[in-house]
């Protein structure tokens, strides 16, 4: 374990699986106290939990639907309970349900938005009121948006909102000296990218990419590092697509 975050807490959204678990265990080695968030999945949380503390670190889970804002407001209060202060958040939960315009539902075209939007939003206004000066905060979209995709339209819709989220707030962050950046994946192997694709799907979109892979968590979280450490401190309002050249 590093010291690179000592004294640094942070707070994952969907953090029991994929993406965000790799996220809040890498800020875990780093030093920092990490509050793993999750919706339905306490098992996973509680191993997530498990597994950093076997290695030293300090972690809670906490229990959070972020489309509903006063399960946010809980989320951030109870983080405080615990460690003092919050610098590092990762809007990381998400949802993505893919399907063609005309089989697209009223309740899936409003879950998605809030979720995906509505939740990174209300999570950046409570990081406004509670963050601690020189914070950091990265919200999770998709290099979907550089594609067209068809069924992906809802989805990326939402991570367009993000997007722009993450570009307007910037500068009312600055006197905060908060930094706001969203990172965009593509195709990543998690539970979210592979359900419901065949293997001759997975191995076409492999071959859209310079390296002929999807990612790994791992290559996100690496990228989450940089972004949260002193080193980023003149970087903010942007988009940084972590894709290996998949457009």
């Known amino acids: 374990m590093t010291t690179k975050l000592n004294g640094k807490v942070a707070i994952v959204t969907g953090a029991s699986r994929g993406i965000g678990n790799a996220i809040a ?70 949802l993505m349900v893919n399907n063609p315009l005309l089989e697209v539902t009223e309740e899936e075209f409003d879950k998605h938005f809030a979720i995906n939007a509505k939740g990174t939003f209300f999570a950046c206004q409570l990081g406004m009121k509670h963050m601690e000066n020189g914070g950091r905060i990265v919200n999770i979209s998709t290099s979907v948006n550089g594609q067209m995709f068809p069924a992906y339209s809802v989805y990326a819709g939402t991570k367009g909102a993000v997007e722009q989220f993450t570009r307007q707030l910037a500068k009312e962050f600055g006197p905060k000296r908060i930094t706001i950046n969203a990172v965009a994946p593509g195709p990543v192997n998690t539970e979210l990218f592979t359900e419901g694709k065949t293997e001759q799907q997975i191995e076409g979109i492999k071959k859209m990419n310079a390296f002929q892979r999807i990612g790994e968590p791992e290559d996100i979280a690496n990228v989450i590092e940089f972004l949260v450490s002193s080193q980023s401190q003149w970087i903010t309002g942007q988009t940084i697509r972590v894709n290996g050249g998949f457009i």
């Not at 080695?29 to 191993?47: F, H, M, Q, R």
């Not at 989320?75 to 998400?94: C, H, M, P, S, Y």
């Open 25 to 94: 265990e890498q800020l875990a080695d780093l030093g920092a106290k990490v509050v793993i968030n999750y919706s339905s999945s306490p098992e996973n949380a509680d191993e997530a939990v498990k597994l950093i503390q076997e290695k030293g670190g300090e972690a809670i889970a906490l229990q959070a639907d972020i489309s509903q804002l006063s399960d946010l407001e809980n989320l951030f209060t109870e983080t405080i309970n615990a460690f003092g202060k919050i610098d590092i958040l990762v809007n990381n939960a998400g």
